[in-house]
């Protein structure tokens, strides 16, 4: 049986075909124009490498694939969340100068200065015959650098004569370089020669070579008091006396004139060989053709310094056993607690941390990078997050052909030294740990103009890198800004006396006034003769006044290189306590 045709029901209309077609028109025209006003109101393009935008994908099992993590607690949080708040977004452009990214505005009221007062007699007249005083330096170079400079100062407490230091053949580096190989001995001695007496070996004692040395050993942080207690009865019976593993033996505090003759040694009686510093200022120059400015960054994310310094990256049970199996190379270290650490900022941060320390701070995504740094934990699946954030990514090993290299590649302190002339040369230096290297140019740089030089705020960073996926890019951004206040190498940032001195020379910066720099324009001469040949390239400006640290983060300034690692006991409490481990003190060297 038929049904009725609908036009005839008595409660609808009849609709025309060309209504309806005109209905499905307008329909889609809505529509269209619907996509057209969300593609509008849309953010503009981010990046896409999924571990920076967030889309990370989830992992079933953790445990027999490593990926770059921001966090232990990385795989919990929320994907969705994150794609929808979390993005960092294109930048292009170094930043100007004016903005602060590449120097200070402050630094030009402040110089380096460390020329000898008048009460500080000259070496002839005080240094006593037959007294010779020889240093065994410990360590990588950097290690190495801080017992060269305290050992000219132990020789003038002691009124002796100083034979050039030997450095360490033996350590975790295995470098058979001596001193002459890598740092200019001759200037040594000559630039030095009013301070302390400086011979290249022991004279003969009536056509005789004295007999060998009275081997000894001071405490860490031994005062003037201590070496005129302890060594020198020894060195007026004997005559001649050698301090054996020289690192650390001097105290921080000193008279100023002391500390002023520790900053004479280091920034500039040591300088490195010819071969050693062209090479360097040849990297340099690459990097400059690059790019108007540069950042050097000292990664510190080996595999050994992770394993030493007991800390987790998201890596499963493959990462816990190979970094724990790389750990029990150190009997000493107890049993760490990588949570812990990681809150209270004694984890280097990850490649991918630091590129979004970098980038929050408005550092463009053209910038030129270069990496000192040894292997990397995870290889290039570790920095493939750094290199997506930062493209331009350089080394040694890229700038300069393996025939360039080939002097110093089979030698870790000239490959070493390379690094620290790159990174002093830089616009912006990072330093990603509190190892030598990190202090020695933290100090250099203060002292050659306030250089704008970066340590991560690790403590409070890490909470911050937990939680991005619950913010903005804006938010995360400032955040940044404010925790990275007080560690970007600005004048004053460290009360004077804190800290290491060779991290913070405080007693050789001079603070000028406006009368001052009026009368006296050439006041920097007084940086000595080798200041043409080291000029610094510090920026122009900064935006960010002087800050004084008034938060509890620990200082890490105020710790013993030791003090860095998970150890249960402190090595600075007394003068007398030593440390025998010598891998494990030579291991974070640089």
């Given at each position: 049986m038929r049904l009725p045709r609908r036009r005839h029901h008595p409660l609808r209309c009849p609709i025309p075909a060309a209504s309806a077609v005109s209905l499905l028109s307008t329909a889609v025209a809505v529509l269209l124009l619907a996509l057209a006003l969300l593609s509008y109101l849309a953010p503009p393009p981010f990046l896409d490498h999924p571990s920076v935008s967030g889309d990370r994908p989830r992992r079933s099992d953790p445990s027999p694939v490593r990926k770059p993590k921001i966090s232990p607690d990385a795989a919990v949080r929320k994907d969705a969340t994150t794609d929808e708040t979390f993005r960092v977004p294109v930048r292009h452009g170094g930043g100007s100068s004016k903005n602060g990214l590449w120097g200070s505005k402050l630094s030009k009221y402040y110089v380096g200065c460390s020329n000898a007062s008048n009460k500080f007699p000259a070496a002839e007249a005080v240094t006593r015959r037959e007294r010779y005083l020889m240093i065994g330096t410990s360590g990588g170079l950097n290690q190495q650098r801080t017992g060269i400079t305290d050992a000219v100062v132990a020789a003038r407490i002691l009124n002796a004569t100083l034979v050039v230091p030997k450095l360490d053949q033996r350590s975790f580096w295995k470098d058979a370089s001596n001193f002459g190989d890598i740092f200019d001995v001759n200037w040594f001695i000559s630039f030095l020669s009013k301070d302390v007496k400086i011979i290249k070996e022991l004279p003969k004692k009536g056509g005789k070579p004295f007999r060998g040395p009275y081997t000894m050993r001071v405490p860490r942080k031994c005062t003037p008091r201590c070496y005129q207690t302890r060594v020198l009865p020894v060195l007026l019976k004997k005559h001649v006396v050698q301090l054996t593993k020289f690192d650390y033996r001097l105290a921080n505090k000193l008279e100023t004139d002391l500390q002023k003759l520790r900053c004479r040694v280091n920034y500039h009686a040591l300088i490195f060989t010819h071969p050693i510093q062209d090479m360097g200022d040849k990297l340099i120059h690459r990097m400059k053709e690059k790019g108007k400015h540069f950042i050097a960054l000292h990664l510190r994310y080996e595999p050994d310094m992770l394993a030493f310094s007991g800390c987790y990256y998201g890596g499963g049970e493959k990462e816990r056993k190979e970094l724990g199996t790389i750990r029990k190379r150190w009997k000493t270290l107890h049993i760490s607690n990588p949570d812990k650490a990681r809150r209270q900022g004694r984890c280097p941060l990850t490649p991918e941390e630091v590129g979004l320390m970098l980038r929050a701070l408005d550092y463009g995504s053209d910038v030129h990078?270069?990496?000192?740094?040894?292997?990397?934990?995870?290889?290039?699946?570790?920095?493939?997050?750094?290199?997506?954030?930062?493209?331009?990514?350089?080394?040694?090993?890229?700038?300069?052909?393996?025939?360039?290299?080939?002097?110093?590649?089979?030698?870790?302190?000239?490959?070493?030294?390379?690094?620290?002339?790159?990174?002093?040369?830089?616009?912006?230096?990072?330093?990603?740990?509190?190892?030598?290297?990190?202090?020695?140019?933290?100090?250099?740089?203060?002292?050659?103009?306030?250089?704008?030089?970066?340590?991560?705020?690790?403590?409070?960073?890490?909470?911050?890198?937990?939680?991005?996926?619950?913010?903005?890019?804006?938010?995360?951004?400032?955040?940044?800004?404010?925790?990275?206040?007080?560690?970007?190498?600005?004048?004053?940032?460290?009360?004077?006396?804190?800290g290491e001195f060779h991290e913070n020379p405080s007693a050789c910066i001079c603070e000028t006034t406006k009368a001052m720099r009026g009368k006296h324009s050439g006041l920097l001469s007084q940086t000595n003769a080798d200041d043409q040949h080291r000029k610094s390239n510090s920026g122009h400006s900064i935006s960010e006044p002087t800050y004084n640290r008034t938060d509890k983060e620990p200082d890490w300034s105020d710790m013993d290189y030791e003090e860095y690692t998970p150890l249960s006991k402190s090595l600075s409490s007394s003068t007398d306590m030593d440390y025998e481990d010598s891998e494990l003190e030579d291991f974070l060297s640089d």
């Amino acid at each position: 049986m038929r049904l009725p045709r609908r036009r005839h029901h008595p409660l609808r209309c009849p609709i025309p075909a060309a209504s309806a077609v005109s209905l499905l028109s307008t329909a889609v025209a809505v529509l269209l124009l619907a996509l057209a006003l969300l593609s509008y109101l849309a953010p503009p393009p981010f990046l896409d490498h999924p571990s920076v935008s967030g889309d990370r994908p989830r992992r079933s099992d953790p445990s027999p694939v490593r990926k770059p993590k921001i966090s232990p607690d990385a795989a919990v949080r929320k994907d969705a969340t994150t794609d929808e708040t979390f993005r960092v977004p294109v930048r292009h452009g170094g930043g100007s100068s004016k903005n602060g990214l590449w120097g200070s505005k402050l630094s030009k009221y402040y110089v380096g200065c460390s020329n000898a007062s008048n009460k500080f007699p000259a070496a002839e007249a005080v240094t006593r015959r037959e007294r010779y005083l020889m240093i065994g330096t410990s360590g990588g170079l950097n290690q190495q650098r801080t017992g060269i400079t305290d050992a000219v100062v132990a020789a003038r407490i002691l009124n002796a004569t100083l034979v050039v230091p030997k450095l360490d053949q033996r350590s975790f580096w295995k470098d058979a370089s001596n001193f002459g190989d890598i740092f200019d001995v001759n200037w040594f001695i000559s630039f030095l020669s009013k301070d302390v007496k400086i011979i290249k070996e022991l004279p003969k004692k009536g056509g005789k070579p004295f007999r060998g040395p009275y081997t000894m050993r001071v405490p860490r942080k031994c005062t003037p008091r201590c070496y005129q207690t302890r060594v020198l009865p020894v060195l007026l019976k004997k005559h001649v006396v050698q301090l054996t593993k020289f690192d650390y033996r001097l105290a921080n505090k000193l008279e100023t004139d002391l500390q002023k003759l520790r900053c004479r040694v280091n920034y500039h009686a040591l300088i490195f060989t010819h071969p050693i510093q062209d090479m360097g200022d040849k990297l340099i120059h690459r990097m400059k053709e690059k790019g108007k400015h540069f950042i050097a960054l000292h990664l510190r994310y080996e595999p050994d310094m992770l394993a030493f310094s007991g800390c987790y990256y998201g890596g499963g049970e493959k990462e816990r056993k190979e970094l724990g199996t790389i750990r029990k190379r150190w009997k000493t270290l107890h049993i760490s607690n990588p949570d812990k650490a990681r809150r209270q900022g004694r984890c280097p941060l990850t490649p991918e941390e630091v590129g979004l320390m970098l980038r929050a701070l408005d550092y463009g995504s053209d910038v030129h990078i270069y990496v000192a740094s040894g292997e990397i934990y995870g290889g290039d699946e570790s920095l493939a997050p750094l290199k997506a954030l930062f493209p331009n990514f350089h080394s040694k090993e890229t700038l300069a052909s393996k025939e360039e290299l080939e002097p110093f590649s089979l030698f870790s302190s000239r490959m070493a030294a390379l690094d620290f002339i790159v990174c002093d040369g830089s616009d912006a230096f990072v330093a990603n740990n509190n190892g030598n290297m990190a202090r020695m140019l933290a100090g250099r740089r203060r002292y050659f103009g306030h250089k704008r030089t970066l340590r991560p705020n690790a403590k409070k960073l890490y909470s911050l890198f937990l939680n991005r996926a619950n913010m903005t890019w804006e938010q995360f951004s400032l955040k940044v800004h404010s925790h990275q206040r007080g560690f970007l190498g600005e004048p004053k940032e460290v009360r004077p006396g804190r800290g290491e001195f060779h991290e913070n020379p405080s007693a050789c910066i001079c603070e000028t006034t406006k009368a001052m720099r009026g009368k006296h324009s050439g006041l920097l001469s007084q940086t000595n003769a080798d200041d043409q040949h080291r000029k610094s390239n510090s920026g122009h400006s900064i935006s960010e006044p002087t800050y004084n640290r008034t938060d509890k983060e620990p200082d890490w300034s105020d710790m013993d290189y030791e003090e860095y690692t998970p150890l249960s006991k402190s090595l600075s409490s007394s003068t007398d306590m030593d440390y025998e481990d010598s891998e494990l003190e030579d291991f974070l060297s640089d």
